[in-house]
């Protein structure tokens, strides 16, 4: 039996995760740790979700601590299980039927978005914006929308509007009510300069503005304002602020003001609980920023671990870099707390949106902020940080210390000094790592969480590297095709087919660093395309989606495409679809963009059954795979067609149906060259033209990038079309990176090269894409068929949720 104390974490964010890895540095076997998180993930960077919402990072490229980091840590993670009492006489927490004792508690409930209270905010289409569900919800959402009005002018508020603008909307409108946007960070001159970038970028903003309605019927359609004025809106995103996430605490007795009351060691108002996080409230202050809770973790680690049971918390001095729609922007200390004795120092750039300003308060730096040019910014943290004197002559607070050559500023730097403000990591801490031989960014960043915040830092990272070690090696893993495989594409396809390594555990025993929950698919995938019959099926290097041969969607529900060669159907089938969805009570029967029947919400041990019903073939909406050639009408019955694009469409889907690849591909083929199958942007585009020959094109998008597809070439017949076609797709699964679509990959290998590639024959390949064309299209099997024979028990079954193992 152990005698180790349970510790016991309310929290998966930021703040909780952190804490229990502080903990398991200093003393891995004191605790036996038991984690609850509300979300069903494991730890993640919440400071990217913009950069999630806007495309740029993959929600899996986000995570801190995957689920598999809890078990190979020893914790314990009830992982989308909410607390709902705490027995504080007992010792208890409770959540969702399980009892959980504890020794030590610790609070880390961090915030929730506050909704301002006003009619509407129940509509469909209204989102606040604090999860990753809210992103994914976002995105979806925004799909096919016109018009977006974000409520809140603050740093996230901004972020989402960004994000938005890359979902293809036609306007984007801020509202804020104070009198300029980022009022908290920035004076009335520095928002203006932000509110003149963000409008060159394409948004609205309205300021002084407050929000009286959200007008709609069961979806919003509008925003109307106080002062009866109105703007249009099909999404509509709060973003008006956080409040401390405290109704566990006050329901269990603990003193509570604005959030929980905590002394110098995190101590609430009980002696066996602890707070951490935006939910606490230290000497009066409550923060949202990530480097004081870093510091409050750290101390309460000391305290609990008994490593430093003296330690004490007395508090943060608020100062952060951030990167607000491609503006750079520093803050520290309260811009708008101005005494009658201040001291302020401005500078203005007007044409370069360039706003610098001080405050100086008994010779010392107070508060500052920089937009549009953070040149002097690390030198005015350090003043601030360290309450240094400022130079006597003031405008060297910018200039002389902003000119400072930034490579003898970084050498000469005090170990203490903090380069990664996100994570709170130290010059000191950096080059410990740098010298143990971590001589890339993203190893000191695996190594310390330095650049793995907001990124602002990977500059500083890079010239420590540069300092200390003499240059930065060039990272290796960014050419690996997963992560856990250390090898590029093309050599991992030769010691795969070399090997005859035909599943994924033979992959990782042999050319692996480990089993890598995040390399499963991209080599389930590539292992699929290499081998067709002989690859060996492990279900559980498969996404549910792939799975269960379904889309799962936000409420866990599944949905259902059956497939529609070309966007052709016939009455039978619709017919079929109707009764089926009656049957199964689909909430919602909606058709897509890619010109199919999508029947949504349908429970997962029904898949099957409906299957049966439907009686047609897969429609691909999961996995990486060809999913839909969308058509026109063409010359069958458009009056402008001038070719048969249906005809070519069908043929096209149901050749390549089943073919999987890097990426999702969608393909389109229009009659003429009115387009209005809208073939320039899918990964493959094919136009009829004038004198009845098509025209092939290739690298298109039209998601959350936008990209015009590159002309390939024009052929006479639709079987030159097929061909082509067919030989560009081997081509692109062979060589593309994992998750790489193509109008990333045609702009990376050249249009150039591929035309030689796929045109020339330069490479001789030819005969080698049409064997594997055919010998994937002899391999297919409608997946849908497994409604007879599940693979593995449990298939078609509700999930089950299995706890980690438990300490005893």
């Known amino acids: 039996m152990t005698t180790r104390q349970k ?255 905590v002394d110098d060691q995190m101590r609430t108002s009980d002696g066996h609980v602890f707070g951490v996080g935006e939910c606490v409230q230290h000497r009066g202050m409550v923060y949202g920023l990530v480097a004081p809770l870093w510091e409050q973790t750290k101390v309460l680690a000391e305290v609990l671990t008994g490593t430093a049971p003296e330690k004490v918390y007395t508090g943060s001095k608020i100062a952060t870099k951030l990167k607000v729609m491609g503006v750079e922007l520093a803050s520290m200390g309260r811009i708008g707390d101005l005494k009658d004795t201040d001291e302020v120092v401005q500078y203005s750039e007007p044409a370069r949106q360039v706003y610098w300003k001080a405050i100086v308060r008994d010779g010392k730096l107070s508060a500052a902020c920089l937009l549009g040019d953070l040149g002097p910014a690390d030198n005015l943290m350090e003043l601030f940080k360290n309450d240094a004197p400022v130079p006597e002559r ?27 403000d996100c994570n709170g990591v130290s010059k000191g801490t950096i080059c410990t790592a740098i010298k143990a031989g971590k001589c890339t960014v993203p190893s000191v960043g695996k190594a310390t969480r330095a650049g793995t915040g907001c990124g602002s830092c990977k500059g500083l990272v890079k010239g420590l590297i540069e300092a200390v070690a003499g240059a930065v090696k060039a990272d290796p893993s960014e050419g690996w095709y997963v992560p856990a495989v250390p090898m590029d594409k093309p050599t991992l396809v030769a010691e795969v087919r070399k090997r005859g390594l035909k599943s994924v555990s033979e992959v990782f025993r042999e050319l692996g660093t480990g089993v890598d929950e995040k390399s499963k698919m991209g080599l389930a995938s590539l292992l699929k395309s290499l081998w067709n019959d002989e690859y060996v099926d492990e279900r559980d290097a498969r996404y549910v989606n792939d799975r269960v041969h379904a889309n799962i969607q936000k409420d866990g529900t599944f949905s259902v495409i059956p497939r529609m060669y070309g966007g052709v159907t016939s009455a039978d089938d619709l017919i079929k679809i109707g009764v089926v969805a009656k049957k199964y009570d689909v909430p919602m029967v909606k058709v897509t963009g890619g010109q199919r029947i999508d029947l949504l919400g349908v429970k997962k041990d029904d898949l099957p059954k409906m299957w049966a019903d439907l009686g047609m073939p897969s429609g691909y909406a999961y996995t990486k795979a060809l999913r839909t050639v969308k058509t026109c009408v063409g010359s069958e019955f ?92 081997i081509y692109y699964r062979d060589n593309a990176k994992w998750l790489e679509r193509t109008y990333d990959f045609v702009p990376r290998v050249g249009l150039d090269t591929i035309k030689r590639v796929i045109l020339e024959n330069a490479t001789g390949l030819w005969e080698y894409f049409d064997r594997e064309v055919e010998a994937t299209i002899a391999a297919y099997r409608d997946p849908w068929l497994e409604r007879e024979r599940p693979v593995y028990a449990g298939q078609f079954e509700d999930a089950k949720t299995v706890a980690l193992p438990m300490l005893s």
């Open 7 to 261: 510790l016991v974490v309310i929290g998966n964010g930021m703040a909780g995760a952190r804490l229990v890895e502080d903990v398991l540095a200093l003393d891995c076997d004191r605790f036996e740790v038991v984690m609850f998180g509300d979300e069903p993930y494991g730890n993640y960077n919440r400071i990217l979700l913009s950069n999630v919402l806007n495309g740029t990072q993959d929600p899996k490229e986000i995570f801190l601590n995957p689920l598999a980091w809890y078990e190979e840590n020893n914790v314990t993670l009830h992982a989308g299980k909410k607390v709902t009492r705490i027995d504080r006489e007992q010792r208890v927490v409770y959540a969702d039927g399980v009892e959980q004792p504890y020794d030590v508690l610790v609070l880390a409930t961090g915030s929730k978005p506050f909704v301002p209270p006003v009619p509407g905010t129940t509509l469909h289409g209204v989102f606040v914006f604090r999860t990753l569900d809210d992103c994914r919800n976002i995105a979806d959402y925004a799909k096919g929308k016109s018009n977006a009005v974000v409520i809140g002018g603050g740093l996230l508020g901004l972020e989402a509007a960004k994000g938005l603008m890359t979902h293809d909307l036609a306007s984007v409108t801020v509202v804020e009510m104070a009198p300029w946007l980022m009022s908290v960070q920035l004076d009335e001159a520095g928002g203006k300069v932000l509110g003149q970038t963000i409008e060159k970028l394409g948004l609205k903003a309205l300021t002084k503005t407050s929000t009286a309605e959200i007008q709609g019927h069961t979806h919003v359609t509008g925003v109307k304002f106080a002062d009866g004025s109105t703007v249009p809106a099909d999404i509509v995103v709060i973003s008006a602020g956080i409040r401390p996430n405290i109704d566990l605490a006050k329901e269990c007795g603990l003193a509570c003001e604005r959030a929980i009351v």
């Open 394 to 420: 003031r405008l060297e607070i910018f200039f002389t210390a902003g000119s400072a050559k930034k490579d003898v500023s970084l050498a000469d730097l005090p170990d203490s000094h903090q380069i990664c």
């Open 638 to 729: 458009c009056r402008y067609g001038t070719n048969d694009s249906t005809a070519l469409g069908i043929a096209l889907e149901k050749r390549y149906q089943g073919f999987e690849f890097p990426a999702k591909v969608k393909l389109g083929v229009s009659g003429c060259p009115r387009n209005c199958a809208e073939a320039t942007v899918k990964d493959v585009g094919v136009i009829a033209t004038e004198g009845g020959e098509w025209e092939v094109s290739v690298g298109g998008a039209a998601g959350a990038s936008v990209r015009k597809t590159d002309v390939l070439c024009r052929v006479k017949t639709q079987a030159e079309a097929l061909t082509v076609i067919g030989r560009f797709l």
